[in-house]
């Protein structure tokens, strides 16, 4: 086998890799057991098909986010993952390429883009993230955050949103999400609304009715409504607080149903994010 000779911006396929290189040809992390690489693939367009929604630049093109091997269940820190994190260790280094299109002639044969060496972030080498998995169950992944080792490729395609999780816990005002819009429908007025997941449809309804509701009547009364994200440390996802009256300091958690359940899960969560914002008083927002 030769050396590295292969260049930041060209392109092989995976079999012209396999066949200098080493590696296997199928998987988005490939070890070489003939020399001392790991090959990672990326394709933002195929990968969040498979919930693989971390992927890309982030940190203003400083950190490359990979997510980790596994499509079904929670991922384990073994195989492809493993080789990826002790990659120092074992002598190996991460090499990324990205898809680039359709190789001229064939079917489905991807043109593979070069885009640099890499090692994990010293700082944080990954992070673990919900996603859904290919049946659409949630699941825990790992985010590896890969740093140039020298130049890399970056192109816009490859850019992220979804960046680690913060190290501190930090709260931000934000506006009120009621998840309300009325439009007149044969005379009558229907309310459109953003599902969650534990909450049934009639009990979103009516949720997103008090909520929407109350704040016109506080802002009625001259009070400044909004809303509070919560940023928790090692938490990739905010917390939102259904409502905070910014005039009074009140904290509101609103539920569609006064059924034991939905007042316990109502209780629990102002009291949750009591412990973060700084209020005067809680209070439950409830149908009658």
Avoid at 35 to 42: E, G, K, L, W
Avoid at 78 to 105: C, K, P, S, T
């Amino acid at each position: 086998m030769s050396d590295w000779d292969l260049e930041i911006g060209e392109e092989l396929t995976r079999d012209q890799r396999r066949r200098r290189f080493g590696g296997s040809i199928y998987g988005g992390i490939e070890p070489s057991a003939s020399t001392p690489n790991v090959f990672i693939y990326t394709d933002p367009s195929v990968g969040e098909t498979h919930g693989y929604n971390y992927d890309g630049w982030v940190e203003e093109d400083t950190i490359f986010q990979y997510t980790g091997a596994g499509r079904v269940g929670d991922q384990l820190m073994r195989l492809g993952n493993q080789a990826i994190l002790n990659h120092e260790l074992d002598g190996r280094a991460l090499r990324v390429f990205a898809a680039n299109g359709i190789v001229a002639g064939t079917a489905k044969t991807k043109r593979q883009l070069y885009i640099g060496e890499f090692r994990l972030d010293s700082h944080l080498s990954h992070f673990v993230a919900d996603a859904p998995d290919d049946n659409g169950d949630p699941r825990s992944v790992f985010v590896f955050r890969l740093r140039p080792v020298d130049e890399a490729f970056v192109r816009a395609d490859e850019r992220c949103p979804n960046t680690a999780p913060p190290t501190s816990t930090r709260v931000e005002e934000a506006e009120v999400e009621t998840w309300t819009e009325e439009s007149e429908v044969e005379g009558s007025y229907v309310t459109s609304f953003e599902r969650k997941p534990i909450e049934s449809v009639t009990s979103l309804r009516r949720e997103a009715e008090l909520v929407w509701r109350y704040k016109k009547y506080l802002e009625s009364q001259g009070h400044e409504i909004k809303s509070r994200k919560i940023y928790l440390a090692g938490a990739v996802q905010p917390l939102r607080v259904d409502l905070f009256d910014n005039t009074t300091e009140e904290l509101c958690e609103a539920k569609g149903s006064t059924t034991r359940v939905q007042v316990r899960y109502a209780v629990g969560q102002i009291l949750d994010y009591g412990r973060h914002v700084e209020h005067r008083t809680l209070s439950a927002l409830l149908p009658t």
